[in-house]
């Protein structure tokens, strides 16, 4: 039997984790935020596909593959695209897996601006404002959840 899936995908700037606003976003980088849920999933027994892009259709584009790949569980920070995205919607509405949303800082305690969104109209659950063990957090949310 083939093994249950997670895809991990992060949307633009996050590839500069780490060094980008460090007192919102901390010091971990991306590459130890993969390595860490890496580590979490294979250890369960799971399969993990972890994609970062800076590109709006790339991220649809892999959201797509999720859906014909295994994948029963997306974690998605869609960064910036969370406040604007309607087409990373209506890609994870096509997905008939379980959605979580996350945010490394509290979206809610920062500009008007990034309170709305349109993912959440989808997300299963949203996690907010916990730093990078948001991401695992999520995972570990899933594998409990999956089992
Ligand atoms: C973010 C919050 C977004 O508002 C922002 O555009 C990001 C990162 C977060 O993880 O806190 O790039 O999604």
């Not at 580590?39 to 584009?61: P, R, V």
């Not at 305690?109 to 959440?120: I, L, T, W």
């Not at 907010?128 to 991401?135: N, R, S």
């Not at 957090?137 to 409990?144: E, G, K, M």
Request: charged share 20%.
């Amino acid at each position: 039997m083939s093994q249950p899936k997670v895809t991990v995908l992060h949307g633009p700037n996050l590839n500069l984790l780490g060094v980008r606003q460090p007192d919102v976003y901390g010091y971990e980088t991306l590459e130890d935020v993969n390595n860490a849920l890496r580590k979490t999933a294979i250890m369960t027994g799971w399969e993990i596909n972890c994609f970062q892009s800076n590109h709006e259709g790339e991220l649809i584009d892999a959201i797509h593959a999720a859906r014909l790949d295994g994948t029963l569980a997306i974690i998605i920070n869609p960064a910036a695209y969370t406040h604007t995205s309607v087409a990373i919607l209506d890609a994870l509405n096509a997905f008939e897996g379980k959605v979580i949303e996350v945010h490394i800082s509290n979206v809610h305690k920062r500009e008007s601006f990034r309170h709305h969104s349109y993912v959440s109209l989808r997300a299963d659950g949203v996690i907010a404002g916990l730093g990078t063990q948001g991401y695992q957090a999520a995972l570990d949310t899933i594998l409990a959840s999956t089992e």
